[in-house]
């Protein structure tokens, strides 16, 4: 059996001023290219895993809290044939946790549902983006948290436009935060409710209506808007509005494609395109030198993770 799940570009936390009962929020949407996990169930009740170090602990992990709730009579072998880069801003981590576990449970004929599989795998710690994502593809809004055990609630959720494209661009050798680097920022951060209020504008009379109007100059435009904004609440945490492996080069996509920005906590930055201008756009963006940096394009999946039974 093959699992293959979506990457994700992740626009933002919408509400990090602590003003409200609920916190976080976030948007962001899915893109093809993410994990192919085959899994193969064993008769005895062991657990092989053939991927790297860090894709091994994932799946032990998984494992164990998955047998813990259901007692396998057997165990798994896993086998990673694609992946997402890991602490780059695509989600990697949520997408290898859900896909190897909603495998093995697949294998073993347990109906779970996604919502439940990412409590038990504690998943959506601060944003369900990759959660829901998994589950549906597309582009995605969620509506923050009252406590930190429950799931966000899914407030909008849209295919996006198969002829948009987002051009990928990130350094090899540098990473992003990873979850434990993350925890303390997130948990402690607090910043002007101002910033939550002009994020929740652009989202409400610009994101929103230029999703369900197709309009990609419209969604491009306050998407800038939206992630300058964000990038300002955590400048003091990642040494300026963006990443600073990306940053000049976010700059010069907002210059040759309808909207730019950083994923997460980078130091992945993607430019918004139609897919007929991909190539264009890429001759357009200089680059010091190519080798450092992995470029792609990004194709939207509007349809979450897919399971194939060979």
């Known amino acids: 059996m093959i699992v293959k799940t979506p990457s994700r570009l992740h626009f933002g936390i919408i509400d990090l001023s602590r003003s409200f009962r609920r916190g976080y929020g976030s948007f962001g949407l899915c893109l093809e290219n993410g994990y192919e996990i085959e899994i193969n ?34 165990g798994f072998e896993v086998i990673v044939k694609e992946r997402i880069p890991s602490h780059v801003g695509l989600g990697s981590t949520t997408q290898m946790t859900l896909g190897s576990g909603y495998g093995m449970l697949k294998a073993v004929d347990q109906k779970v549902e996604t919502s439940e599989l990412a409590k038990i795998l504690n998943r959506a710690r601060y944003s369900a983006i990759g959660t829901y994502g998994f589950q549906y593809g597309g582009f995605i809004l969620e509506g923050g948290k009252k406590d930190k055990d429950e799931l966000p609630p899914l407030l909008f959720r849209s295919k996006v436009p198969e002829d948009w494209r987002f051009l990928i661009i990130c ?11 993350e925890r303390p920022i997130m948990d402690e951060l607090r910043v002007d ?26 969604f491009g435009e306050h998407l800038t808007r939206i992630q300058r904004t964000v990038g300002e609440s955590f400048s003091e945490y990642q ?14 996509l907002i210059e040759k494609t309808y909207g730019a920005g950083q994923s997460s906590w980078g130091p992945t930055a993607y430019g918004l ?24 394009i990004g194709k939207p999946n509007n349809h979450g993770a897919k399971v194939y039974v060979e």
């Open 41 to 74: 169930s064993k008769s005895d009740k062991t657990l092989e895993v053939k991927g790297d170090e860090r894709e091994k602990k994932i799946v032990e992990k998984v494992y164990s809290l998955l047998n813990e709730k259901f007692d396998f009579s057997g």
């Open 171 to 181: 350094p090899k050798d540098m990473k992003g935060y990873d979850e434990q680097e």
């Open 239 to 252: 040494e300026g509005v963006y990443h600073p492996a990306v940053g000049e080069m976010v700059e010069k």
């Open 193 to 218: 409710k101002k910033y939550a209020e002009r994020i929740c504008h652009n989202i409400l009379m610009g994101i929103l209506p230029a999703m369900k109007e197709k309009n990609i100059e419209l």
């Open 273 to 296: 395109v139609r897919s007929d201008q991909v190539e264009e756009v890429k001759e357009n963006i200089s680059l010091d030198d190519n080798d450092n940096y992995r470029i792609w």
